[in-house]
């Protein structure tokens, strides 16, 4: 257990509002994730973190932003939602320092209708 | 062409099997990850190696790093061993992972 939480677990939404999805972590690790999980597509990178106020994009970062003000937390923004962002998203940390092991928070359905 | 490929998509054994899943990759590594997810579940790390083979219980890791491939060896197979198997590789350079489709594994009593 690398201490990592998600919230909310569940939440339905309207197609066009605003969604925040939260990663927390108790660790203070540098390295933090958000990655969304659809069927035959895999785990693919949204966006990342590699410190406060240090993010980059991902893979599929269309349609979202990120926001890291703490070191525990990792915020991901969804400005505007489509059913098309339906998806589990997983947060994750990386501990770093010669080892790149990640550790998975517990996820989040997120349901657009 | 996907970077990460595994092998089978889907196994089904009985109980007390051995079990191989397959990973090849085209790209190069720093390490390589094996994870578990449950049904419905959340998902675990397994194994991170870069070389030669990690052992933890039931569990076995290898890679050669020169085929660019990995095997996970599950030994007396058990029906909680039942999960998709997920492969990633750490890019050399980066610290991002890129994902396999998973492996589905069923064991049946």
């Known amino acids: 257990d690398a201490g990592i939480t998600q919230s909310p677990r569940h939440k339905v939404t309207e197609t066009g509002t605003p969604v925040t999805l939260r990663c927390h972590q108790t660790?203070?690790?540098?390295?933090m994730y958000w990655y969304r999980q659809d069927p035959g597509h895999g785990l693919r990178l949204i966006h990342y973190?590699?410190?406060?106020?240090?993010?980059d994009k991902g893979e599929v970062s269309d349609g979202y932003s990120v926001s890291r003000s703490k070191t525990e937390d990792f915020l991901l923004t969804l400005e505007s939602a489509t059913s098309s962002q339906t998806s589990v998203y997983f947060c994750?940390?990386?501990?770093?320092?010669?080892?790149?092991?990640?550790?998975f928070g517990p996820g989040t359905r997120l349901t657009v209708t | 062409k996907n970077e990460v490929e595994q092998s089978p998509q889907n196994l089904t054994a009985q109980e007390g099997e051995f079990i191989t899943i397959n990973c090849s990759y085209s790209?190069?590594?720093?390490?390589l990850h094996w994870l578990q997810q449950h049904p419905g579940g959340g998902i675990v790390s397994l194994f991170m190696?870069?070389?030669g083979k990690k052992k933890h219980g039931r569990l076995i890791a290898t890679i050669n790093i020169q085929e660019k491939h990995s095997s996970l060896h599950i030994t007396a197979s058990h029906p909680r061993d039942s999960a998709v198997y997920i492969c990633?590789?750490?890019?050399?350079?980066?610290?991002?992972?890129?994902f396999g489709q998973g492996t589905r594994l069923t064991i049946n009593p």
């Open positions: 190696l870069s070389s």
């Open positions: 994750a940390i990386s501990v770093g320092l010669g080892s790149y092991e990640q550790y």
């Open positions: 990633a590789v750490l890019i050399q350079g980066a610290q991002k992972l890129v």
């Open positions: 973190s590699y410190g406060v106020k240090d993010t």
């Open positions: 660790e203070n690790h540098r390295y």
């Open positions: 790209v190069g590594i720093s390490a």
